[in-house]
């Protein structure tokens, strides 16, 4: 306000002075008085009457607002005088602005001081330009803005003494309200929501806590609005959801070239008593017969208990064992036999997060089964009486019918960004399982392995490729290692397994079976649009016996590359990957492998 006071003065001298004393008259020099650090030829740069035009009030006051708007001064005039000559001489008269001695930023709690003063081109040392200060605010806002505090401004600006001060409100949330919730518990939808009352207002926590609760799988919209609160820079978000039904009934039907026609039922609740609890129970016919009934509870924190228990039944008809080993010191690879498992258990699991963050948690299962193991014919084109010296060779007669009652001990360290609706970071497990001679059991040995997972979101390819990536739904590079290791005499049935849909691709389930184990994955997930995404992947693996002198080594690894599709349905993520292995398979399943 005081400077356009100063200007509106500064107009009606010069309309005064302008009008009586210099009429029809033509400049004959300009000058400059009152600048101290900016030269007189960068203010007059800004002045478009030029010696030798005759004197216009418009123009001079033109001329005025333009120098005042170069940012350097505080108050600007102009006047006109005749010099010995009775020539006429037009002079601006100027107050710079201070020479900034400090920047400081007052109500902030976001960034720390420095990274804000590394963001404007202002440092001290300068004269204070208003308008290069302007660009600097408007910096600082979008990069608030790009980090989701929408909400967050610049109240004031001050300069006094050559100190500026940016004053900042930063809006904080009032109370979160949930409503539009018949069935599920509020609770259940809170937790999903990183943001609680007094955190700072931050639009990119809440876009994607919301589109993790659109994935749950339990409301058919979620919408979100804002009510500011009286006499208050604070807000209520209000989050509305509409519900829908979350239980299914699944029915599936398959056939492959190696395991011909199969399928199965299956009902699942994802949502039990509004819990976000999941009961599920099915079957699966074809080569093998497969059950399982379970009652779980994913969600842990350092309060709440994970939980889950469950009992199974498999039985599998037609089972090749693949022999990977050396035969008078030459590598062999080779169909050996064909065998048929059945297995039943149950099993029951808890599990929490510990220590001073979210990072780290614990899971304990405790797994009783019974296995019983059978010589069903010769394989690989090998005669009956080979095949079954193979079977005698690989399969100890205590495996025949084993019971195992067995614990696991997984220790997890998860850095997956838990705020984001896309995978990005990584998590490492490290677990132990050990068999133990007590409760009917009748083995005795230890497995052990580790375990890393990494997510990278590839960015910035828009403008390159553009497949249907989104700031949302970015292109994922996605890895796995996994090594596991064993002591103890191992049955057959416990041993490690790789093959399958869900490790070594390419190959047949449970192609691969050893006492140590390595196996690494590489995919990168490119989404076309919101439903529909592909993948392009790479495995390799391998599983080593003991019993046959062998182990773990880099220089005996087979792999596949290959490609799949990501499909979102009402029924859930269904995955389709094709690979080439020793022959091409297909593999179909259920969400992301890892």
Same mark, same amino acid.
């Given at each position: ?20 004393? /210099? ?28 010696? #030798? ?6 123009? !001079? ?7 005042? =708007? ?70 600082? +806002? ?40 018949r069935r599920t518990k509020t609770y259940v939808i809170r937790r999903n929501i990183p943001l609680k009352n007094g955190d700072l207002f931050n639009s990119t926590l809440l876009r994607h806590s919301i589109t993790k609760l659109r994935n749950l799988g339990f409301f058919e919209d979620v919408n979100v609005g804002f009510e500011p609160v009286e006499d ?27 395991? #011909? ?12 008593? #509004? ?67 059945? +297995? ?81 970071? =990584? ?25 890393? !997972? ?46 399958? /849909? $869900? ?17 690494? $994955? ?50 859930? $993520?269904?995955? !389709? ?18």
């Open positions: 306000m005081v400077r356009s006071l100063k200007k509106l003065f500064a107009s009606c001298f010069i309309l005064l002075v302008v009008g009586s004393a /210099a009429c029809a008259q033509t400049v004959s020099a300009l000058r400059v008085e009152g600048n101290n650090e900016i030269v007189a030829s960068h203010i007059l740069r800004a002045v478009k009457t030029k010696v #030798g035009d005759e004197l216009n009030q418009q123009q !001079v006051m033109d001329d005025i607002q333009a120098i005042y =708007d170069q940012g350097f001064f505080s108050y600007v005039d102009a006047k006109v005088a005749t010099d010995a000559n009775g020539e006429l001489v037009l002079t601006f008269v100027v107050t710079e602005n201070p020479t900034i001695k400090e920047i400081r930023f007052r109500g902030n709690t976001i960034y720390k001081e420095d990274k804000l003063k590394k963001m404007l081109f202002t440092q001290p040392g300068m004269i204070f330009n208003r308008v290069f200060f302007r660009n600097d605010i408007q910096r600082l +806002r979008e990069r608030f803005q790009a980090d989701g505090y929408v909400m967050t401004r610049v109240q004031d600006v001050q300069v006094e003494d050559g100190v500026v001060t940016v004053l900042f409100v930063e809006p904080r949330i009032n109370d979160i309200v949930i409503q539009g919730n208050s820079d604070n807000v209520d978000v209000i989050v509305t959801v509409k519900e829908k039904r979350s239980a299914s009934l699944i029915f599936s039907v398959s056939y492959g070239s190696s395991s #011909g026609l199969g399928g199965g039922a299956s009902y699942r609740e994802s949502n039990l008593g #509004g819990r976000a609890r999941i009961f599920e129970i099915g079957f699966d016919q074809g080569d093998y017969k497969n059950y399982w009934l379970s009652l779980s509870d994913p969600y842990m924190d350092k309060k709440t208990f994970s939980w889950k228990i469950g009992a199974y039944k498999r039985e599998d008809d037609d089972l090749t064992y693949r022999y990977n080993g050396k035969i008078g010191g030459v590598r062999q690879r080779f169909n050996a036999f064909e065998y048929e498992e059945d +297995r039943t258990g149950f099993y029951a699991g808890i599990g929490r997060k510990f220590g001073g963050s979210e990072m780290f948690s614990w899971y304990l299962t405790a797994d009783w089964h019974k296995s019983k193991i059978n010589y069903s014919g010769a394989a690989g084109g090998l005669s009956d009486a080979n095949s079954r010296y193979w079977f005698g060779r690989i399969v100890d007669e205590d495996s025949l019918n084993s019971k195992v009652f067995s614990t696991t001990l997984e220790l997890t360290r998860n850095n997956v960004d838990k705020y984001l609706s896309y995978p990005k970071g =990584d998590r490492e497990t490290i677990g132990v399982e050990h068999a133990w001679e007590a409760l009917g059991g009748e083995w005795d040995y230890t497995k052990y392995w580790a375990e890393a !997972v990494a997510y990278v979101p590839i960015k910035g390819l828009e403008d390159y490729i553009d497949l249907g990536q989104t700031e949302d739904r970015p292109i994922i590079l996605a890895l796995r290692v996994r090594a596991g290791f064993s002591d103890g005499t191992i049955p057959l049935s416990e041993r490690y397994s790789l093959g399958g /849909a $869900n490790s070594l691709r390419g190959y047949e389930s449970g192609d691969f079976k050893g006492h140590e184990m390595f196996l690494g $994955n590489v995919e990168l997930r490119i989404p076309i649009d919101e439903n529909f995404s592909i993948v392009a992947f790479y495995d390799i693996g391998n599983a080593w016996s003991k019993t046959e002198g062998e182990g773990f080594s880099f220089d005996d690894l087979e792999d596949s590359p290959g490609v799949g599709v990501r499909v979102k349905t009402p029924l859930g $993520n269904i995955r !389709v990957d094709v690979a080439k292995g020793d022959e091409t398979q297909f593999h179909f399943g259920f969400g992301e492998m890892f």
